[in-house]
Each structure stands twice: as structure tokens, then as C-alpha cells.
């Protein structure tokens, strides 16, 4: 699977003053770490084994990738890969009886999902299916990232998949992160002074103006709000 990093992630993080490169199981899993005054990434590739028989070759990449994920409070990690297994049952269809057959992936998905939730990481979700073969098409090749979730609501998430070549038999997938453009009438709003952090009263204040506008707030349970 071939897999595009648009430079809005890698823009983020230059310069980049220290790069490493380290195989977390050889031919398996490999991960590309690059720290910068700006912060810390972890790019991940993955290639699972193919076939039902190898269960347990997978779930030992599973645990070398527990072992090696970072906090996303610390560093910013992205999976991405040929997984060889599915999440759910519509992952997968077979193309002689038209029926879903992800099921049989379940246990390693239950699994997988562990992982996921112990580190925090969400898929950047496309719909389309990533292989095809004579028999079966699969959502097997996916895109995970352990941004919190407070992210979304000035940046924005996307993956697709792009036409299939000659090459493979799987599509490749392209993902990207950006944030809200400025517009030109951002720069001439009023900045905020920044003097007035220093005034005595200046959190008793903050607070108390907090309060009352939390109490005429006929939607203060709403989240957003």
C-alpha cells in the first residue's frame, strides 16, 4: 500500500533537530521518529502477516507496537499500514456470494481495539474498500493518529483513497491535517492587550465574569456551548 503524508503534518515540526530510524519487528513494523523545538512525531509502518493461520504472528506485532507507542500528550503518533485483518464485519465482501466475511477477523480486531483505546488513537476513516483480489474486496489497509480530540474544532481531518495502479492490488491512501486558513480580516481584529494579565484583580475577575455567564446560560450542559 502506498501511503501519502501531506507536508502540513511534517511542516509542523520543522526543523527537525534529532531523527531516528528503528525496526520495532524486522520486516513487520518500523517506526520514524523526529523530535524539533515545535514537538515530537512517530510515523509507523505496518505490514501484518496475510491469512487466518498467522494469528499469533499478529498479535505479537500488536504487542511490540504497545510497547513502543508513546503518550499522546508527549508525541504526536500515526499508524498506518497493510493490517491483513479487518475491523468489522462490513470490512470485508465476498465477491462469489456477496455476503460481509469480517467476522472471522473478530478476535483479532477485539485485540487491536485494546490497543487503540489504551493509546488514545482514532482512525482517520475512509469508507472504500483498500484491496481487491479474485475472490474478496477489504478494508484492510487504514490510518491511525492519537490527536486529542479538542483537535477537530480548528483543524480539520481527511483520508481518501486514490485509483488503483498496476503496481498492487491494493489502493493507495492519501491524509492530511490542516488547519483553518486566515483570513484578512483576522489581522486586523483586536488584540487582546496583554497587559492586562498583569492587573491584581485580573483572575478574581476572569472567574467571577466566567460564573455569571455560566449561570445565564439556559445550555450550559451542552459541551459546545
Not at 499508524?79 to 465482501?93: K, S, T, Y
Request: aromatic share 8%; hydrophobic share 30%; glycine share 4%.
Amino acid at each position: 500500500m502506498a501511503l501519502g503524508v501531506k507536508n502540513t503534518f511534517l511542516e509542523q515540526f520543522n526543523p527537525v533537530n534529532d531523527t531516528s530510524w528503528k525496526e520495532i519487528d524486522p520486516g513487520r513494523a518500523a517506526k520514524l521518529s523526529l523530535r524539533g523545538p515545535n514537538g515530537a512525531l512517530d510515523i509507523y509502518v505496518c505490514y501484518l502477516p496475510t491469512g487466518s493461520e498467522h494469528e499469533d504472528q499478529k498479535q505479537y506485532v500488536i504487542r511490540r507496537l504497545r510497547e513502543s507507542l508513546a503518550p499522546n500528550n508527549s508525541v504526536l503518533s500515526i499508524l498506518m499500514g497493510d493490517w491483513n485483518f479487518v475491523m468489522q464485519d462490513e470490512d470485508r465482501i465476498c465477491l462469489r456470494t456477496m455476503q460481509f466475511t469480517g467476522g472471522s477477523d473478530r478476535a483479532i480486531a477485539r485485540s487491536f481495539q485494546s490497543l487503540l483505546d489504551e493509546q488514545h488513537l482514532h482512525e482517520l476513516e475512509q469508507l472504500a474498500f483498500t484491496h481487491e483480489n479474485t475472490t474478496a474486496q477489504s478494508k484492510i489497509d487504514r490510518i491511525y493518529i492519537n490527536h486529542h480530540v479538542s483537535e477537530q474544532l480548528d483543524r480539520q481531518f481527511s483520508a481518501s483513497t486514490l485509483p488503483r495502479t498496476r503496481l498492487s492490488t491494493h489502493k493507495p491512501i492519501t491524509f492530511a491535517r490542516t488547519s483553518r486558513l486566515s483570513q484578512p480580516h483576522d489581522q486586523k481584529g483586536a488584540q487582546f492587550p496583554s497587559y492586562i494579565l498583569q492587573h491584581e484583580h485580573w483572575k478574581h475577575n476572569l472567574h467571577l465574569n466566567y460564573h455569571e455567564q455560566l449561570h445565564a446560560e439556559n445550555d450550559s450542559d451542552n459541551p459546545l456551548r
